[in-house]
């Protein structure tokens, strides 16, 4: 029986304690090589420290982001899960070192352009620690938090909080590095987003049409995903109707459409984005 139950759990942390460990190794790069040396500033805690360390440069970034993030465990442990809180641990100790240690010089001199290397670097880092079953501490627990809580997108929450930490270093620096800093927050927003969700984002779509039949068991053929039948009504016609309700991958939209122009191309369609979506299997929603 041991055999059976410990080696799964050992991959499983190994698997994420490497994922927090690629991550943190680029948000370092990032922080390092092209956040420092142009003076920019960052979102969350890691803006904090940046801040502080630009006011006191003897005290360390991996320094100050680690015992500025004591407050967010504590409200981890009681809004979150406990294997989240103890990875977010592990994650922010990875972060501080890699930051501390991780020192690789990026060769970029335009201010624009070191804006947006930044913005793919920090996003595409956060992304990874993201997809793990922690996190790096700062405002990602504050993200997951408004995630589960409030269905609020993480790339949104990033972007709103970091708002506060661009107003201080544009008092306290100079306006031209906070406008800067807001293109690598907005790039780096968008990546976060990409990368969490990506092409695991789901649909769901409407379809309306007299073939409802037709569809709904091309569907449930081919692309094997649940559809429901609701009663509906023509608001000009007054004709009762079937309106078809399923959720798809964003890879199965293009085989739905196919199959809904075969049966009826008169069909009216809406496809629409979802944000999370709670299911055995279709849902999107990271175990955290």
Excluded at 36 to 47: K, Y
Aim: one cysteine or more.
């Amino acid at each position: 029986m041991p055999k059976f139950s410990f080696w799964p759990a050992v991959g499983s942390v190994g698997w994420n304690l490497g994922l927090l460990t690629v991550g943190s190794t680029l948000c370092a790069v990032g922080v390092n090589g092209v956040l420092i040396p142009h003076h920019f500033v960052s979102g969350g805690l890691t803006g904090v420290a940046l801040i502080v360390h630009y006011l006191v440069p003897f005290l360390s970034v991996a320094l100050i982001y680690a015992l500025a993030n004591v407050p967010l465990f504590i409200a981890g442990w009681f809004f979150i899960s406990r294997r989240f809180f103890l990875y977010s641990i592990a994650g922010t100790l990875i972060f501080s070192a890699a930051v501390q240690w991780v020192q690789i010089e990026v060769p970029v001199q335009d201010k624009l352009l070191a804006a947006l290397l930044a913005g793919l670097i920090m996003g595409t880092g956060s992304g990874i620690i993201l997809k793990s079953l922690g996190s790096a501490g700062g405002t990602d627990i504050l993200s997951v938090i408004l995630l589960q809580r409030f269905t609020v997108r993480m790339g949104t929450t990033v972007l709103g909080f970091n708002s506060l930490v661009l107003a201080a270093a544009a008092f306290l620096f100079s306006l031209e590095d906070a406008l800067f800093t807001l293109i690598y927050l907005y790039v780096s927003t968008k990546i976060v987003d990409l990368v969490v969700t990506g092409l695991s984002q789901r649909k769901a779509a409407f379809i309306i049409s007299p073939n409802w039949e037709q569809i709904s068991h091309r569907i449930l053929d081919e692309i094997h995903r649940g559809v429901t039948i609701i009663r509906g009504q023509g608001g000009y016609s007054g004709n009762e109707q079937r309106i078809l309700y399923t959720v798809v991958t964003f890879q199965e939209v293009a085989t739905l459409k196919q199959i809904v122009r075969r049966e009826d191309p008169a069909a009216f369609v809406v496809v629409t984005d979802t944000i999370d979506v709670m299911g055995s299997r279709i849902g999107n929603q990271p175990h955290w």
